[in-house]
């Protein structure tokens, strides 16, 4: 009767839980099977080919420039995105009038799907028709029409931008999140202590925001990592493939080119990327001070003791 | 409440008997599903149209007309065959077919065609959808290219005709850009779909070829390079609109039809376009300009049947009837193709437009996209080089060398 007991929660979820792995790890699998075989352009398995289109993939140039490119998109638009974000969130976690307004247009460009984004700035940096030249030139900024789009440096600096600010209100939610977290009395006393702004979001808000910086940081790697609408949109990868990253390359390879073989290769690379960073930063970003640890929790055990609640 | 519920499951059985059945009535022909890609807004009612009339006539089959835009064309027929819910007949871009032949996705049909019905196409289109001694598919439009000219802006700088070497569409087009007013000379094109095909009238005209006799890639020869140094000849004199890097077809037709832009080389259906979003604009339709050689660019799409289809007569039979000369008029008239029958060649509605009969006249000299099976890829590359070449980044020799042993390492695979 015990033993039973002891395993049926186990039993009860087991279906539950399979079905999981399947969903998720089947199509895992099947990228890995289809990357290590020779692939016509319907998927059909032809003949083992070990790691044939991995070497063939990192003996193509423009996989190389590829993967350079996506590391340059993934740090700007992610360090660009938690710089302003934390701000962003500060200001909005403060008490002010109109301050429901002022979030809601924050989150707006969230409600708004990525591939009207893309499309809608397309046309404005358009170099013949677009708004962004004409407020220039009306400025007296620019005389004439630049077009944007058609300079690598300009086009890469203009999608990294325009990621930025869709990833902004994801993030911000995150920071909002964490800054209520952290309770009132904590800023009072290092008020009654004399620390200065500067200080207090020193030593207060940064280190109490450290695990929601840590969640923001990696979700927002794996996505704009994956993000395909914007820059498949905007650039096409173009011009000369020099604003692809790996997933339109990746994309172009499967459905444009019809070799799913080489795909399946750069999507296995991409998911191990995406793995090991995210095991390497949690990695350096983990409590190196046992003693500090300790510290934390013994406030956390003297704010419950004192039944002050955190949020 | 139970009775409650056995009423809930009676009237439930006989709503799923009364859907059935009618399934059961529609599924007693055999269906045909045709996959068609849009030219316009009107090829979708175009086609479902045929097929009600073709319905209507017959009782051996149904035929289902679906249809989608051309960008997503090429990916759902991918995934449709990979998953086995591939149509019967669809349409696809020429250049996709060898591919899709060469790994089994299509039927070959010479055998199922009627000879009446293999002779009343004209030859060079439908040769083109022929490989390894088999024709597999139709050659649904064909269009070729030609020169489009705003009438005013020429008679703005002073140029009385139209120019018929690259030397003299140099000078035009300078005497245009300098009229200032973000006006255009020559539209010259370095973005998105179809790139490479604004280069080659500029390769074919100056001798190039896309395979050198030697069976190699001819993205490097001499000509090619001159063909490059020729558009770059005008992006470097002003002569072309700015940002060839990031100008798209479309963006140069827009540019065209908002009478910005002096001369553009495109196809026929720009008629269309122009005729409806700017039937102000005073235009003619000239030859490619030459250098050594007259040539323009020539491209058909096809319809093919699908291997996988267990009505291939059947389907031949439903091709046959949308490829009578009343429907191919129809189509012709709706889209402004040029003709793919013989017997269309001399009918009125194109001899007669002066604004069709420029592509008419230059099909002989129309060259076509080689057919092997990575030409997606190859042109890829292409398009990657010409893109440096026309910013400056890289000199053509450099840029079109590197494109050609791209080409050359597919052409071997």
Request: with cysteine; hydrophobic share 45%.
């Amino acid at each position: 009767m015990k033993r039973i007991g002891k395993f049926s929660p186990y039993l009860l979820i087991a279906p539950s839980f399979f079905l999981s792995v399947f969903v998720i790890g089947y199509p895992i699998f099947d990228v890995v099977r289809m990357s290590l075989f020779k692939v016509n352009r319907f998927g059909k398995l032809q003949k083992f080919n070990g790691f044939g289109n991995f070497t063939k993939a990192f003996s193509d140039d423009v996989f190389l420039q590829t993967i350079g490119q996506t590391a340059i998109w993934t740090v700007s638009v992610v360090g660009g995105t938690v710089l302003l974000s934390i701000p962003i969130a500060m200001i909005l976690n403060e008490d002010f009038y109109g301050r429901s307004v002022a979030r809601t247009i924050i989150l707006l460009p969230w409600a708004v799907s990525l591939a009207m984004t893309a499309v809608v700035w397309t046309w404005v940096v358009n170099g013949d028709f677009g708004t962004l030249n004409m407020t220039l030139n009306s400025l007296g900024l620019m005389d004439g029409n630049y077009v944007w789009l058609a300079n690598a440096d300009a086009a890469f600096t203009i999608v990294i931008l325009i990621g930025i600010l869709v990833s902004i209100p994801f993030t911000v939610t995150i920071f909002l999140g964490g800054l209520t977290s952290i309770p009132d009395t904590l800023y009072e006393a290092a008020m009654t202590d004399g620390a200065s702004g500067w200080k207090r979001f020193r030593y207060i808000t940064m280190p109490l925001l450290k695990p929601f910086t840590q969640i923001a940081v990696v979700l927002n790697v794996i996505y704009v990592f994956n993000s395909f609408p914007l820059i498949w949109i905007m650039t096409n990868g173009g011009p000369a493939n020099q604003t692809d990253i790996l997933i339109t390359y990746v994309y172009k390879q499967a459905f444009r080119f019809g070799k799913l073989d080489k795909a399946a290769a750069g999507s296995v690379v991409m998911f191990a990327m995406l793995v090991i960073f995210t095991i390497l930063y949690f990695y350096i970003t983990r409590d190196k001070h046992p003693a500090a640890k300790k510290a934390k929790d013994a406030d956390d055990a003297v704010l419950e003791d004192l039944n002050v609640s955190k949020a | 409440m139970k009775s409650r519920f056995l009423t809930a499951c009676a009237v439930g059985a006989l709503i799923a008997a009364s859907a059935l059945s009618t399934v059961g009535v529609a599924y007693a022909k055999d269906t045909i599903r045709v996959r068609l890609a849009e030219y316009s807004t009107k090829t979708g009612p175009f086609f479902k149209g045929l097929a009600e009339k073709y319905n209507a006539m017959q009782d051996g089959v149904e035929v289902k007309v679906e249809h989608l835009p051309w960008p997503e064309m090429q990916q759902q027929l991918v995934t449709d065959i990979s998953a086995g819910t591939a149509p019967d007949i669809s349409h696809m871009a020429t250049r996709w077919m060898a591919g899709f032949a060469k790994d089994g996705a299509l039927a070959p049909i010479e055998g199922l065609m009627s000879d009446s019905f293999k002779q009343s196409f004209v030859p060079t289109f439908l040769d083109l959808q022929k490989q390894d001694g088999h024709t597999w598919g139709l050659p649904i439009a064909a269009s070729a290219r030609g020169m489009f000219i705003n009438k005013e802006l020429f008679a703005k700088a002073g140029i009385s005709s139209a120019p018929k070497t690259w030397d003299e569409t140099l000078a035009a087009a300078k005497k245009i850009s300098a009229l200032g007013d973000q006006i255009y000379g020559i539209g010259v094109q370095g973005h998105d779909l179809d790139t490479e095909g604004y280069w080659f009238y500029s390769l074919w005209t100056h001798g190039g070829a896309i395979i050198g006799e030697n069976g190699k890639s001819g993205f490097a020869s001499a000509e090619a390079i001159a063909a490059t140094d020729n558009y770059i000849r005008l992006i470097k004199e002003g002569a072309t609109q700015p940002g060839v890097t990031a100008s798209s077809r479309e963006d140069l037709q827009n540019l065209f039809a908002a009478g910005k832009l002096g001369m553009v080389l495109s196809g026929p259906w720009l008629n269309k376009q122009l005729s409806e979003e700017a039937p102000n604009i005073k235009y003619e339709i000239a030859a490619i300009p030459t250098k050594t050689t007259s040539a323009t660019y020539g491209v058909t799409d096809t319809i093919s049947v699908l291997d996988t289809s267990q009505h291939k007569e059947e389907a031949i039979k439903f091709l046959e009837f949308a490829f009578n000369d009343e429907n191919r008029l129809e189509f012709g008239k709706i889209e402004g193709f040029v003709p793919v029958l013989n017997s269309m060649a001399k009918e009125k509605f194109f001899t007669d437009d002066p604004n069709m009969a420029v592509f008419l006249e230059m099909s002989p000299v129309a060259r076509f996209a080689p057919l092997v099976p990575h030409w997606e890829e190859m042109a890829d590359a292409l398009k990657a080089g010409l893109s440096q070449a026309y910013s400056g980044d890289m000199s053509s020799q450099d840029a079109l060398q590197k494109a050609a042993a791209k080409m050359d390492e597919l052409l071997a695979e």
